[in-house]
């Protein structure tokens, strides 16, 4: 069976976030969850729970289920799952004290990231127009690309991209 990504069951749908307490201790102030019951033969009670992925996310297996360990803080901070995508505040993706996380929408998500790693300008947002000899900064906002404007130099078309962000993404705008 082909199914979406969107369509794919999460595993916490299937958990009640009580269950979790059974499992995990989580810390707020850390971010770090310690086991309270032993899952895994091979994992002793309050050992740290979770390793990094490639991607540099905490994952959490229980009983044969991956969990997020963001999704998982936020749900046993707040007694319930999140409906929304959390987002790392600081940009880093094994800091997961509640502090640090927020709920998001999918778009404001994506807004709090860094630069594209084929950046060549050095600033996000901004790339070097050939045939106009100027500096340009443009954003995408709802999968639409919304152009700030064509600048003589970089750090201008930089504090012109960091205007319109702050004021299309709010709290949610990193530059």
């Known amino acids: 069976m082909n199914m979406k990504r969107a369509e794919k069951i999460k595993p916490e749908q299937s958990w009640d976030v009580k269950q979790l307490f059974d499992y995990l201790s989580y ?12 899952p895994v033969r091979s994992k002793l009670v309050g050992e740290i729970a979770g390793n990094a992925n490639k991607r540099g996310y905490i994952s959490i297996w229980i009983n044969g289920f991956h969990f997020s360990a963001h999704r998982l803080a936020w749900a046993m901070s ?13 940009e880093d993706k094994s800091d997961n004290r509640i502090c640090n996380l927020r709920h998001a929408s999918r778009s404001e998500n994506m807004f709090n990231r860094g630069k594209n790693k084929n950046n060549t300008s050095g600033m996000k947002g901004v790339t070097f127009c050939k045939c106009t000899g100027m500096w340009r900064a443009q954003m995408m906002v709802n999968r ?10 970089r750090e201008e078309a930089s504090a012109a991209y960091l205007q319109k962000a702050k004021e299309l993404r709010g709290e949610f705008a990193k530059c």
């Open 27 to 38: 810390n707020p102030d850390t971010g770090l969850f310690t086991w309270v019951m032993n």
């Open 78 to 90: 707040n007694g319930e799952w999140p409906l929304l995508d959390i987002d790392h505040i600081n």
């Open 144 to 153: 639409k690309s919304v152009k700030v404007g064509r600048f003589k130099s």
